[in-house]
């Protein structure tokens, strides 16, 4: 079974590539006229080709753009021979190859044999940076190139990287996520199916071998998402490039905005999640209330475009990718990643947002991803298809849940505590809700136990009101009970007795210490009680806790950020004396 999830580069994202074969073919064909090449040629360098010769390899981990000059350029979605096989595209006088990759730095996902002898430009990774900041329509001549080309390669039924795994099983769930967010073409096998069989008994594999990644000359086995983008190159590396001005914990909406409008500003930004980019936002299965999208949009939509911005300004997404540590450095701050990596950067933004919470219930994190989700995408709904599910919660987001689950599966019970539905969510859900006959409410209602083996089979639901508990047939268990701050990894920062981190106002003298002796006039807007740290989103004591507000904080906190980079420390050996 081919995965049709949701991705980077989807066309549900981005509808103004076009939905059909042809229309895509078209952009990422594009062809730049004589002006466009001589222009984008006076970043790389010429070099001639040899009918036959081999230029780049899936799997490689070169990120060059090449121009046509003369040449004729073929591209193949798997590793070549030395026929090559049929082309995946072909690239002719004026046109370009190149695909996503250019931006996210991941290992190439085709492969670049010279078709017809000629000339070519080849323009290297900090040369494409450039040129995509100072040619801003051969950037998006460029950029549309790209999504068009990613978007075909995950139509296609030949991939550089197969997976192999059970799609009601946590670990599967995660794989799938994570290649789904990160817009990363791949083949998706389920492991029940013949095609999932007949691929593990060819390498040899058995189901404890499960998740299994087949990728360009590498097999893994009990794969995470961690491993997996350590092999596609997507977790850190260190460059030598020098100290970031600025360092971006948690990829939601805020770190998503911080990381546009500081890298648009010309400030060096690197982005960490420690799971996937997106963040809790990019679970939600419909915005309807984000400025300027009176139809809605997905959460996934609205962080796949963010991403893409990011990516395009020059910012550096890292995921999966935890940060376990900081603390004072000669230059500033100083990161420890979970891999044990280091990073130095002049100043941090936090914005880790909230971790969900668990009800208090047996075997609660046994289910999680084999039948207990905290998102109602797509992909989640795929999995539950035409069976009865149930969602807890009594907020917007279990709304939007239950109306985008409804038209998925066979029922869906909504479970709230309390009395009255309208009590936090919107009016304008809460009437969609009541009016869909998809939908059950059961008001003053809770968990009480779980049912199942392996995976959720049923509940029990207790009715606070007749002090009753029923069994109620479940396959999918959805929680939006909200969460609690992702700060347990800090340390002498100040935050909240619930975790929560103060910024600016929230600070007292006593949080501030000797630290801040000649800093004047103090913290500015959004920052931390250490200087240089910054808070945004839902991690940041008294935020708004919506989408919009959380792009508002992340965008705000960027030009305090330059205004920490102006300031003059005057202590500057009270930062260093500090331990974060």
């Known amino acids: 079974m081919h995965s049709a999830d949701h ?39 010429q070099r001639d080709v040899e009918a036959g010769e081999l230029l780049y390899e899936v799997g490689d981990a070169n990120c060059d753009l090449v121009l046509c000059g003369t040449a004729t350029l073929a591209s193949y979605r798997i590793r070549t021979s030395a026929n090559g096989g049929e082309p995946f595209l072909v690239s002719g006088p004026g046109g370009f190859a190149g695909e996503l990759s250019l931006l996210t730095g991941q290992r190439r996902n085709l492969a670049v044999r010279a078709a017809e002898a000629g000339t070519v430009h080849v323009v290297d990774q900090p040369s494409f940076r450039r040129l995509m900041a100072q040619q801003t329509d051969l950037g998006d001549l460029f950029l549309r190139g790209f999504l068009a080309r990613r978007r075909m390669l995950r139509w296609g039924s030949e991939q550089s990287t197969q997976i192999v795994g059970d799609p009601r099983s946590g670990n599967g769930l995660a794989l799938r996520v994570f290649l789904s967010r990160m817009g990363l073409p791949y083949l998706w096998l389920d492991s029940t199916s013949e095609s999932g069989t007949a691929a593990l008994a060819d390498a040899g594999l058995r189901t404890e071998d499960l998740p299994v990644a087949f990728t360009a000359g590498e097999t893994l086995v009990r794969v995470t998402p961690g491993a997996l983008s350590e092999r596609l190159g997507l977790s850190y590396r260190s460059t030598g490039r020098g100290v970031a001005d600025l360092a ?51 959460g996934l939509d609205l962080t796949t475009r963010a991403a893409v911005q990011s990516l395009k300004f020059g910012a550096e997404l890292v995921s999966p990718c935890a940060v376990a540590d900081l603390r004072p450095a000669e230059d500033g701050l100083l990161l420890t990643l979970a891999n044990g990596e280091e990073m130095a950067a002049r100043t941090v933004l936090i914005a880790t947002g909230a971790a969900y919470r668990s009800l208090p219930v047996e ?129 002498d920062l100040a935050v909240d007795t619930t975790g929560f981190v103060l910024t600016d106002a929230h600070l007292t003298p006593d949080h501030l210490g000797t630290r801040w002796q000649g800093l004047e006039p103090g913290p500015l807007p959004f920052e931390t009680s250490v200087p240089g740290v910054f808070a945004a989103g839902d991690v940041r004591l008294d935020s708004m806790k919506r989408v919009a507000a959380a792009v508002g904080e992340g965008s705000g906190a960027v030009r305090s950020v330059h205004q920490a980079l102006n300031r003059r420390y005057v202590g500057r050996h009270h930062l260093k004396s500090t331990v974060v």
């Open 363 to 491: 075997r609660w994190d046994h289910f999680v991803g084999a039948g207990i989700y905290h998102a109602a995408t797509d992909l989640e709904a795929q999995s539950v298809a035409g069976e009865p599910v149930v969602v807890v919660g009594g907020a917007n987001s279990a709304g939007q849940a239950a109306l985008h689950l409804a038209r998925h599966a066979s029922h869906v019970t909504l479970l709230v505590r309390g009395a009255d539905l309208g009590a936090r969510m919107s009016s304008y859900l809460v009437d969609r809700v009541l009016a869909d006959r998809r939908i059950t409410i059961r008001l003053r209602s809770e968990v009480a136990a779980l049912h199942g083996s392996e995976h959720l089979t049923g509940i029990s639901v207790a009715a606070k009101d007749t002090g009753t508990t029923e069994e109620v047939e479940c396959r999918g268990l959805f929680s939006f009970i909200g969460a609690v701050a992702a700060t347990s990894w800090l340390r």
């Open 248 to 298: 971006i914990i948690g990829g939601g909406p805020a770190g998503l905005a911080a990381s546009v409008y500081a890298a648009s500003e010309g400030l060096s930004t690197v982005l960490f999640d420690g799971v996937v980019i997106g963040g809790q936002a990019a679970t939600s299965a419909r915005i309807e209330n984000y400025l300027g999208f009176p139809f809605g949009l997905s």
């Open 7 to 45: 991705a980077l580069a989807d066309g549900t994202s981005f509808p103004e590539l076009g939905s059909r074969p042809e229309d895509l073919l078209q952009v990422a064909n594009q062809v730049l006229d004589p002006d466009q090449l001589a222009r984008a040629a006076t970043y790389g360098v």
